[in-house]
């Protein structure tokens, strides 16, 4: 417990002044406010709540105080105090943190109490673990990839491509999505304290959507069937024909699933005035399909925090995104949308294991 009194009426005044003037630093006239209340009897508890701080915070203040006086805490770039740990102990938890994955600092402050015999509160493990470089951040899932000589090869061949395509051929990108009717809550900035939330749907159900995406052109071509399969896949490459009169060649540029090689496509493939050539993504590789991007966009505008309270309106937003959204606002949202490839492989990734 520390006790009231321990200010000297010379101190006191100083720091009475510190916390007048309206120049001060915030940070300095805080800590000298935190002293105050502290040689005025107030608990560590009741200034961090007067001064949204944690009580670690105001007894690390007075500690460096009482170690070094005030011009310990009075400058500007003041950091706290020395760290408890000796950096061969900091050293050692760095690795073994480095092999765990700790949900939570119960385990760090065990094993830092068993192994160094130092107790940390919950805020002051997590202040050393970010003075450590740690973060709290959940892991990404992550699927299956093709090897990265097929994805440099794919990336190669495409690049050739787009050097050497002529004014009468034309490249789309073309997958299916199939967003689903249901509130999607998604973070956003709000004001502390403040409690936000977004109504549900009370069903279920899907709009199924078979698009295409000219990147040069935002041209985004799709059809909306009732289940995606090679009828479907066979309806849009006839869709970005009938759109490109024009052009000798187009490129179609979309992923191994099976319906995008049934017999449906096959069929459209085979007539003689088809102007359509397939190119295969490398398996498991949607990151390069830039079109995976433009269902992201979709997802923004259309879906995350908004309510529909029917599934009607929820579809209607969605084929108004493809029909007037993107015609009207490609330019915004462009850079999101590009063909910006790189090659992704586990080696990008600590794994998790277990």
């Avoid at 105001?58 to 170690?67: L, P, V």
């Avoid at 070094?68 to 102990?89: H, I, P």
């Avoid at 069903?203 to 040069?216: F, K, P, S, T």
């Amino acid at each position: 417990m520390i006790r009231p009194g321990f200010l000297s009426l010379e101190d006191r005044r100083e720091l009475e002044a510190c916390v007048r003037r309206h120049r001060v630093d915030h940070g300095v006239a805080r800590r000298a406010n935190a002293l105050l209340l502290l040689d005025d009897g107030k608990s560590c508890a009741q200034i961090a709540e007067f001064l949204y701080l944690d009580d670690d915070t105001i007894r690390g203040w007075h500690k460096a105080y009482q170690r070094d006086g005030w011009e310990a805490l009075a400058r500007d770039d003041w950091q706290g105090s020395q760290s408890r740990m000796t950096a061969v102990q900091e050293a050692e938890l760095s690795a073994w943190l480095e092999a765990q994955f700790c949900r939570s600092t119960a385990p760090v402050r065990a094993y830092i109490a068993t192994e160094f015999g130092l107790e940390y509160s919950h805020s002051g493990c997590i202040k050393l673990l970010a003075r450590l470089g740690f973060e709290y951040r959940k892991p990404k899932p992550l699927p299956k990839v093709a090897s990265a000589e097929k994805q440099a090869a794919f990336i190669a061949h495409y690049e050739r491509l787009m050097r050497e395509l002529s004014a009468d051929e034309a490249v789309y990108f073309a997958d299916a999505v199939h967003p689903e009717y249901q509130t999607k809550p998604a973070s956003g900035w709000v004001k502390n304290g403040s409690n936000p939330a977004v109504q549900t749907t009370p069903g279920r159900g899907r709009v199924n959507i078979h698009g295409a995406l000219n990147l040069e052109t935002f041209d985004a071509p799709f059809v909306e069937p009732d289940t995606v399969d090679g009828a479907s896949a066979a309806q849009l490459l006839a869709k970005i024909e009938a759109r490109n009169p024009d052009k000798r060649v187009i490129h179609v540029i979309w992923d191994n699933a099976a319906y995008h090689k049934g017999p449906d496509v096959r069929e459209f493939l085979a007539r003689p005035e088809c102007r359509v050539h397939l190119i295969q993504l490398p398996p498991y590789c949607p990151h390069l399909n830039p079109i995976e991007r433009l269902w992201a966009v979709m997802h923004q505008r259309v879906t995350h925090n908004r309510h529909y309270p029917t599934r009607k309106q929820f579809a209607d937003a969605i084929l108004v995104f493809f029909r007037d959204t993107i015609p009207r606002e490609w330019k915004t949202f462009r850079e999101q949308v590009s063909d910006n490839f790189r090659i992704i492989t586990h080696q990008d990734f600590r794994i998790l294991e277990g």
